[in-house]
């Protein structure tokens, strides 16, 4: 391999993000903010108008972040916006010769995080901006997520309720829960993206593809019911208010045992692409793309 060079690896990922970032697919992004604001934002801030008590204006991030059916749809609206990823065609083959395989390797690592941190933050700004106007900014939750059933107890079990469960509220503070909600689904997309990673630099990136599918699909299937099994999918290891209880302190599934699953598993994804980027060969490199 080439001498590894951070100005080559900063350059191969900001040049192919960017690529990324004014592709076509990032429609998507605005239809899947309009589904967050109809899905989370709307039901939480009309709670709030019913109460007259503004909301955290963290709290619609956090519902998001902690919703089973939004934590299905973030993913595979990520695993649509980089289903080429890498995008690898007889032009990169040269680019590859010519930087390395090492910079290219580590530049396709740097450009997910790019991309994930990216996407993330859109959403998170999808969330937070519409409550700039009409929420506050305090480490506490609102009275709209704590007392709202007990003020309106004929609403218990609808869907804006059950957006901020006792789970969430009772067991950590608003910033607590922001930061470990962002950071455990960074990890869940990280996995994705590294599992499409693996199989392309194996030349079998449909199957990889077909293998994120089963993984989110999976995740989602366990979750629902409730099993143990869920533990063993990154869904529910990044679903925080699964891991407690309504009211007591001890958890469900400890956040350090999740923590662990989510490193080992990206660490383990990490190993076996740098042990494919040693072996790659540039035979046959349309195999890689399909």
Not at 75 to 91: E, G, R, S
């Amino acid at each position: 391999m080439k001498n590894f060079s951070l100005k080559q690896v900063f350059s191969c990922a900001a040049t192919e993000f960017v690529k990324w970032v004014c592709d076509a697919r990032m429609v998507i992004v605005a239809v899947l903010l309009i589904f967050i604001n109809n899905f989370a934002v709307s039901p939480l801030t009309n709670n709030a108008e019913l109460m007259g008590e503004p909301l955290n204006i963290l709290e619609p991030f956090i519902a998001v972040a902690n919703s089973e059916i939004l934590i299905l749809i973030i993913p595979i609206v990520f695993l649509t916006l980089i289903a080429d990823y890498p995008k690898v065609d007889t032009n990169t083959v040269f680019y590859i010769v010519r930087i390395g395989r090492a910079n290219w390797f580590v530049g396709q690592i740097l450009k997910l995080v790019f991309m994930i941190i990216s996407y993330l933050a859109v959403i998170f700004l999808g969330t937070v901006l519409p409550m700039l106007s009409k929420g506050f900014w305090y480490n506490g939750w609102s009275n709209v997520a704590t007392v709202f059933v007990k003020m309106f107890p004929d609403r218990r079990g609808d869907f804006g309720v059950e957006l901020l469960p006792e789970n969430l509220y009772n067991q950590l503070t608003v910033f607590s829960a922001a930061v470990q909600s962002y950071l455990l689904v960074f990890a869940y997309l990280m996995i994705i993206g590294l599992i499409l990673l693996s199989f392309s630099l194996v030349k079998h990136k449909t199957v990889g593809f077909v293998l994120c599918g089963a993984v989110i699909s999976l995740g989602t299937a366990f979750c629902s019911i409730k099993t143990t099994l869920m533990w063993t999918m990154p869904m529910a290891n990044s679903i925080i208010w699964l891991h407690y209880t309504k009211y007591f302190r001890e958890p469900v599934m400890s956040m350090s045992f999740s923590v662990s699953y989510l490193a080992i598993f990206i660490a383990v994804l990490l190993l076996f692409c740098f042990i494919a980027i040693r072996k790659f060969n540039y035979d046959n490199v349309a195999e890689i793309a399909s």
